[in-house]
């Protein structure tokens, strides 16, 4: 005697209709109750303050930190990702999308003409991340100084 083994039938097409039909018509009303309150979201979402940038000064050079007032997890990665890069553009003496130090003056030229003379290199903070500017060229260290007695930029975005 053979014995068969009952199949569970799938449940009606028009169930599955139904169950979906009802979240779609639940996100639909989430939407019309507060009209632009999804793009608001979103914004907010995507917004980050700007990092905070601090300039201090040693004797063989200095150090840029930039730090986030209120860290996450992708804010933090995103900050220290772009220190990686501007420190690779540093060494590589092209300032140009290094935002958070001036473009334009005397003291990045310098710079720019003895980068084999800067060590250049980015550290992790709690808050942000630090590059540090350091060399035991004269001239080197008297323009990191330069560019580190400025204010630092109050408008740098990630």
């Not at 009952?6 to 169930?15: D, E, G």
């Not at 608001?40 to 995507?46: G, M, N, S």
């Not at 035991?136 to 408008?155: K, W």
Request: hydrophobic share 45%.
């Amino acid at each position: 005697m053979t014995t068969r083994s009952k199949s569970h039938s799938a449940p009606a097409p028009r169930a599955g209709i139904i169950r979906w039909s009802g979240i779609v018509a639940a996100l639909m009303l989430l939407q019309t109750a507060r009209p632009g309150a999804a793009q608001t979201v979103a914004l907010a979402a995507t917004a980050r303050p700007a990092p905070v940038v601090e300039y201090t000064a040693n004797e063989s050079g200095g150090r840029i930190a930039l730090s986030l007032q209120r860290p996450d997890s992708a804010g933090l990665e995103g900050l220290r990702a772009h220190l990686i890069e501007s420190a690779a553009a540093i060494r590589r003496g092209d300032y140009r999308n290094v935002r958070f130090i001036p473009n334009e003056g005397a003291a990045v030229q310098v710079l720019a003409g003895n980068r084999g003379a800067l060590r250049c290199t980015v550290r992790s903070t709690a808050r942000g991340a630090e590059l540090v500017l350091l060399s035991d060229d004269d001239s080197v260290i008297a323009a990191i100084h330069q560019i580190l007695a400025g204010p630092p930029p109050q408008t740098f975005k990630l």
